[in-house]
């Protein structure tokens, strides 16, 4: 190689975020990225099976505004108060490049969504990582020092634990000079949600998705709602890097989909109920978990290593979620399924069990 200069000492070096395996090979059980085992409303098929791809000579409307005035009118909002994005990765990264823009760190737990200290690296935003208690709960106390930001998840991944929306107004109340970010990607499968207070606190940022509750992670949208202000900030950005983030398509699937109410409850519902039943057998295996409030469940086996499950699930091609990471390498974080599902993956683990 002849032209070796020093141009990479400029690299923006970073370690990447590590997403779950999509295994390419078919007859696979899939239960290690927090998917929904259903499909999306028959109305967004009925998008697709309607669609005129002439139109794709077009670019896209750049502010989303059929997507975003069905979220606003479904949470009961001003379409102002919503921004809207390429999965809620696209939105918190946006968000962080936003609003976490101070010498002082930002504050999340140690055990949480493992893609916020990488865009913290990637922005070069310093920040501290708070120790969940024992039993995988937020300390409100921990987040009440000089910071540049806060976020979690409610429910936290890959623990599953609520926290109350009395905690989370404890954060704000002695916060008003960040920004506090609630990532609740979760919450449709029984959480609290914080937008009962985005009125009262102009700093809160909340943000969901529609890759889990509405079955469509493959499209790629999420959103934040937070007071007028923070919107504006966030499209601000946004307009400075890529105006034309969601492909029509998409934005036409998402409305459809946000408004398909009773869809979204029967879904929600047959989750939460296999779930609960999950919970059970889980535990006449002789597994532990902390109580979950989202589609998956976070357990570990009184006897049996975590790494040593996971492996022998593999082999029978069921896919579960593995962290070897300090505090968690005996757990595993599985999806919840449809209950066919889980059957068969109770009676793998039984097999592997005895
Ligand atoms: N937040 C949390 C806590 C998550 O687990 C995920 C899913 N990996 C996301 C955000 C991002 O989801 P999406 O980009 O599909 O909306």
Not at 310 to 315: G, N, R, T
């Amino acid at each position: 190689m002849n032209n070796t200069g020093s141009w990479e000492k400029n690299v923006r070096k970073v370690v990447p975020y590590t997403p779950g395996e999509q295994p390419k090979c078919s007859g696979i059980i899939k239960l290690n990225t927090n998917e929904n085992p259903y499909p999306p409303s028959p109305h967004v098929k009925a998008v697709l099976d309607n669609y005129d791809c002439g139109k794709m000579r077009l670019y896209p409307d750049p502010d989303s505004t059929v997507l975003v005035e069905a979220i606003a009118e479904r949470y009961n909002v001003k379409p102002s108060q919503v921004f809207a994005g390429v999965g809620s990765d696209d939105v918190i990264s946006v968000a962080f490049m936003t609003f976490f823009n101070s010498d002082k760190p930002v504050l999340f737990p140690d055990i949480t969504y493992s893609f916020y200290d990488v865009w913290a690296d990637v922005y070069r935003i310093p920040y501290v990582q708070k120790p969940l208690t024992e039993d995988f709960r937020i300390n409100a106390d921990d987040y009440k020092c000089e910071n540049g930001g806060i976020i979690f998840p409610n429910p936290n991944a890959p623990t599953g634990c609520e926290e109350s929306l009395e905690m989370i107004e404890d954060i704000l109340k002695a916060n008003p000079d960040s920004v506090v970010m609630i990532d609740e990607a979760y919450v449709d499968f029984g959480a609290n949600s914080a937008l009962s207070l985005i009125d009262k606190y102009e700093n809160l940022l909340v943000i969901q998705t529609f890759s889990k509750s509405r079955s469509m992670a493959g499209m790629r949208i999420g959103y934040a709602i937070g007071s007028e202000k923070l919107i504006r900030y966030m499209n601000d950005v946004k307009f400075s890097i890529n105006s034309y983030t969601m492909t029509p398509i998409t934005q036409l699937c998402g409305a459809e989909a946000v408004r398909d109410e009773q869809y979204f409850q029967d879904t929600v519902n047959m989750i939460t109920e296999t779930r609960e039943y999950s919970k059970k057998k889980l535990a006449e295996l002789g597994f532990t978990f902390p109580d979950s409030k989202s589609n998956f469940i976070f357990a570990s086996h009184k006897e049996k290593a975590a790494a040593e499950i996971f492996a022998a699930l593999k082999e029978r091609k069921i896919f579960v979620r593995f962290w070897d990471k300090p505090r968690i390498s005996n757990y595993l974080r599985i999806t919840i399924g449809t209950r066919e599902e889980m059957d068969k993956l109770f009676s793998a683990l039984e097999d592997i069990l005895k």
